[in-house]
């Protein structure tokens, strides 16, 4: 779950110093690999990783990050929890949250970024269909696939909820 979470964390997070591409990732990490709260201590090292300190600045961070980063993670949160409920219906469900979650991502992307979107938005439906059938899931060919069954299923979407609470807790101007 670890390489998952750092996956997406590091898909968001580009600097041009390598220093501070590492560090903000491994602050990301430990945010989203938490338990419980975010403690002041965790949103005060958050911030001063990513350089923002003004409430001004702040906020438009706070703004980039829920319309990119944070969305794609909510997308992913709802596709999960469609595929949990396609496994033990054995029937595909219609996604219909993630839906709009991913016409706002298409929305806001150029064209050179929709492929990439569009790609992952295959990718989750055929990730549904799987669960329905009760199969593993193959991401790729030659990929080893991705293991289908009720505990990873429920671990993953459990996993994913856990991270945007604690990711809604950093995302603030202020430490409250």
């Not at 997070?13 to 201590?41: L, R, S």
């Not at 505990?151 to 202020?174: G, P, S, T």
Request: proline share 1%; glycine share 2%.
């Amino acid at each position: 779950m670890k390489k998952f979470s750092l996956l997406f964390t590091l898909l968001f997070f580009v600097c041009a110093d390598v220093f501070a591409q590492q560090n903000v990732a491994v602050v990301i990490q430990k945010i989203t690999n938490g338990k419980g709260q975010v403690t002041k201590a965790e949103y005060d090292e958050f911030w001063q990783s990513i350089g923002v300190t003004k409430r001004a600045d702040k906020a438009k961070m706070i703004d980039s990050m829920r319309s990119g980063f944070l969305l794609t993670q909510e997308y992913q949160k709802e596709i999960w929890v469609c595929v949990e409920q396609s496994w033990n219906s054995r029937i595909a469900v219609k996604c219909e949250k993630a839906q709009k979650k991913m016409d706002v991502m298409k929305a806001a992307m150029n064209k050179d970024q929709i492929e990439v979107i569009e790609k992952m938005d295959q990718n989750s439906k055929r990730m549904i269909q799987s669960a329905s059938k009760h199969e593993d899931f193959k991401i790729a060919e030659g990929a080893a696939p991705l293991k289908l069954d009720v505990q990873n299923i429920r671990v993953i979407r459990e996993n994913l909820e856990r991270m945007l609470k604690r990711l809604e807790q950093v995302l603030r101007a202020d430490y409250n």
